[in-house]
Every structure is written in C-alpha cells, then in structure tokens.
C-alpha cells in the first residue's frame, strides 16, 4: 500500500541556522503533498502544500521541493526562530475515484528543536 | 465558528469496555477522517468518509467503526478496547485538500 517516509525523527538546529526535513512516498499516483506542523497538545496545522505539477514553493521562510520522478518532497526552513520548535509532518495524498477528497498518508514525524 | 471539536478530550478505559468518540465540524466540509497518533508512528487513518452516509476504511481500521449519519458528525467506535487502542485520536475535516484537525482525544486502555 502506500508509504511515506520521513527523516530526521529529531532534528537540533541553531537559531538562525536553516533546517531540512525529508520525506519520500511510493504511490507514483500521489499528486498532492502537504506539510503539518503540530505543536505541543494541538492537532496538526497546515504550513506548506505543493501540488505534482510544481517543483517549488516558498511562503516567507519556508519553501518545499519535489521531485516526482525520484518521488521525494523536502520541507526547508531558513532563518529558524524558537517559534518553530514543533513537529512536523509531510504527507501524501492520492485521490480518492470519484470525489474530489484524498487519502493523505502521513509520514512518522520530525521533532525540530531550535536552539537559542 | 468552532472548526473540528472532539469529544471527550480524555478517557480512561478498561480492557473489553466499550465507547464512543465524537467529532463535530461547523464548516460544512464533506470530508472527514480518524487518524491515531502513536509515538514514532506519526498518524495513520483508521477510516474516513467521504459524505453524509458513507465510510470507508484507511490504513488500520480493525477494531475500530465508524458512522457518519449526519454530516457534521463523524463517530468512532471501540466495540471491546484493547491496551493496543491506547493513543491520541484526531479528527479532521476537509473540503478539497487542506485537513482541518480537532486539538485530538486521549485514549488509555488499561
């Protein structure tokens, strides 16, 4: 079935420095990747999405990659702040038939830490 | 406007009982879904729904069911709870993409 995989689990950054989190998936008909980030006692929020037909995207300080024919997607963040110490999921996403709603397969998660 | 609201936030439960989570969204999305959340496992989907009246299974559906008789509703069930059900539950909703997620339901079987 499909997988995704995400590394690091943990991840220990200066502040300032940049930080990358990588993921790999292995249903070829995924074509949507999100990016959560979930802080302490919350559920999941969205900070980032890429759709297949994009190799880039960048929203302020953060920017993910993809690329389909490796089928891995990266979640880059420049200029790490104490505020995005946190969890943060990639995911993948096929569509679902007939509806327009989609499956979205999580990878295991990534632990950032930003040191002062 | 509440967003993704799961009930009850905390329960504690003996091995074989029975119980109910329910999640309710006020955005009239059509999607919905149950993840677990387990450490080093991340979240998997245990089922999901598509539309008022329909479900289906996601990746670790056993033990578990689920209804979606209104469309604001999603409930999961644990019909004989297991020490393996021990885990934070999420709820989400959707409309095209974008998961929208409950603050989640922590569940300890004993």
């Known amino acids: 079935g499909e997988n995704v995989e995400q590394h690091p689990s943990t991840l220990s950054v200066q502040e300032g420095d940049s930080a990358v989190i990588k993921c790999t998936y292995s249903?070829?008909?995924?074509?949507?990747f999100p990016w959560y980030k979930q802080e302490l006692g919350k559920g999941p929020q969205l900070i980032i999405d890429?759709?297949?037909?994009?190799g880039e995207k960048k929203d302020q300080r953060i920017a993910v990659t993809l690329n389909k024919t490796a089928k891995h997607f990266s979640l880059h963040i420049t200029e790490t702040q104490p505020e995005d110490s946190a969890v943060y999921f990639c995911?993948?996403?096929?569509?679902?038939?007939?509806?327009?709603?989609?499956?979205?397969?999580f990878g295991s998660g990534t632990r950032l830490s930003i040191r002062p | 406007n509440a967003g993704v609201t799961q009930t009850p936030k905390f329960r504690v439960l003996k091995t074989g009982q029975s119980m109910t989570l329910l999640c309710a969204q006020d955005?009239?999305?059509?999607?919905m879904y149950w993840y677990r959340q387990d450490p080093g496992m991340g979240l998997r989907l245990i089922h999901y729904?598509?539309?008022?009246?329909?479900?289906a299974k996601g990746e670790v559906p056993d033990g578990y069911n689920v209804s979606r008789l209104k469309k604001q509703n999603f409930l999961l069930g644990l019909e004989s709870a297991a020490p393996s059900q021990t885990s934070v539950y999420f709820c989400?909703?959707?409309?095209?993409?974008?998961?929208?997620f409950g603050e989640g339901s922590r569940l300890t079987v004993l």
């Open positions: 989400a909703s959707s409309r095209t993409g974008e998961l929208f």
């Open positions: 249903d070829s008909a995924s074509n949507y």
């Open positions: 890429i759709r297949s037909n994009v």
């Open positions: 995911a993948a996403s096929t569509r679902l038939g007939y509806s327009s709603a989609s499956k979205i397969i």
């Open positions: 955005m009239n999305h059509e999607y």
């Open positions: 729904s598509v539309g008022e009246g329909t479900t």
